[in-house]
């Protein structure tokens, strides 16, 4: 996973309290950026649900006169 990879080529061997301290900040960030990811995909799956079910209500198709088709 390129993520973890990427930390691990990062982190220097822990010899200190620096270096551990560093090494388990830089896997509490992978931690939360994959949190946010998941975060965003599932929104983003949410928010085309809600297209497609506004798209499939009566009520627009009876203005626009045709039923949007995503």
């Not at 080529?9 to 950026?33: F, G, Y």
């Amino acid at each position: 996973d390129l993520l973890v990879s990427l930390v691990e080529k990062t982190c220097v061997p822990v010899n200190d309290i620096e270096s551990a301290l560093m090494h388990k900040a830089m896997h509490e960030l992978v931690r939360i950026l994959r949190n946010v990811e998941a975060f965003i995909t599932d929104n983003q799956k949410a928010l085309v649900n809600s297209l497609k079910n506004i798209s499939k209500s009566p009520s627009l198709c009876s203005v626009s006169g045709t039923c949007p088709s995503i």
